[in-house]
């Protein structure tokens, strides 16, 4: 039977992902929904925020690359054993003409789209700190600013961890568990550092568990429900999901909740027995616990 961890996450943030300029307007990444804007960050911003912070504070070696095939590739020599990054994350490597290796990312990443919409905020400076040192005149820019909450999905195929097809290579279960807790672990303190800031992407709250579909059930399920005395989440759209049958199974039946209090007011709404509604800390806990189950 197949495993697919799965988790959807919401947190919150501010001016995460910039694209390309117009004039002196620095422009978010956005896209238009139902008439509205919405500010998002691509999922390469955050897979090279999971890489960073996994070579950074978790030791994980970074993958060698070269230009020899005169494209900017991962080098032909690195092999998934050796380097998570490929392992979870995937690569193509070409070897003259048609001929190449391709491996699959495993671990698949949707973008962060904010769940509320950008109303044209727009910040407004100058370089006057560094200009008035030597009597220059001041440069003026704007720079489109958006604080909100985000959502992303990111699925894991765990019977493909460390295996690959092309190398014919398969590694232990213990460094199969260590590189998935260590990509959780990630992901559970997951930042970003942006224009001179340094921005929390942990989850605020994240549902999810592992299942022996591979649908990312809740990815563009999560909706947030503004009140004048609380934020809330749609949490009839969650309800339908859990109560949704697969392989005889229910969602509800693999899913726990993860949560940080005092942000959103209606959690208890959300069909789980309360054993599965948990902290973000306990949530993480839970999945790992699961993990290890799978590769015994």
């Known amino acids: ?14 001016n995460l992902n910039y694209g390309e300029g117009v004039g002196t307007v620095i422009s978010l990444k956005r896209l238009s929904f139902k008439g509205k804007s919405y500010s998002y960050i691509s999922r390469q911003a955050l897979r090279y925020d999971i890489v960073r912070i996994m070579n950074q504070e978790f030791g994980i070696p970074l993958t060698p690359v070269d230009s020899s095939q005169n494209v900017v590739q991962f080098s032909k ?3 998934v054993d050796k380097y998570p990054e490929i392992d979870l994350f995937g690569y193509m490597k070409t070897e003259g003409g048609s001929r190449g290796k391709i491996r699959k990312a495993i671990v698949r990443l949707s973008d962060a789209i904010s769940l509320e919409p950008w109303n044209g905020d727009i910040d407004y400076g100058t370089n006057m700190g560094l200009a008035s040192r030597i009597n220059a005149d001041n440069s003026i820019f704007q720079t489109e600013i958006h604080n909100s909450f985000y959502t992303y999905t990111i699925t894991v195929d765990l019977d493909k ?3 690959d097809e092309n190398d014919k290579i398969n590694i232990p279960n213990e460094k199969k568990i ?4 260590i990509l959780l672990e990630t992901l559970k303190t997951l930042y970003r550092d942006i ?3 340094r921005e929390d992407l942990s989850p605020v709250f994240i549902i999810g568990g592992i299942y022996n579909s591979g649908n990312p059930f809740f990815y563009n399920k999560i909706e947030l429900i503004p009140t004048r005395e609380s934020l809330k989440i749609n949490t009839k759209i969650i309800n339908d999901i859990l109560n949704k049958d697969f392989n005889g199974k229910k969602v509800k039946d693999n899913t726990y909740i993860g949560k940080v209090d005092g942000i959103f007011s209606n ?4 069909e789980l027995p309360s054993e599965r509604i948990l902290s973000v800390n306990d949530f993480f806990k839970k999945i790992k616990e699961l993990v290890k189950d799978i590769y015994k």
């Open 77 to 79: 020599d690195a092999t």
């Open 1 to 14: 039977m197949a495993n697919f961890l799965s988790l959807t996450i919401i947190f919150r943030g501010a």
């Open 195 to 197: 224009k001179g800031r």
């Open 178 to 181: 260590e590189r998935i807790s």
């Open 161 to 163: 961890v460390g295996i």
């Open 267 to 270: 959690i208890n709404e959300i």
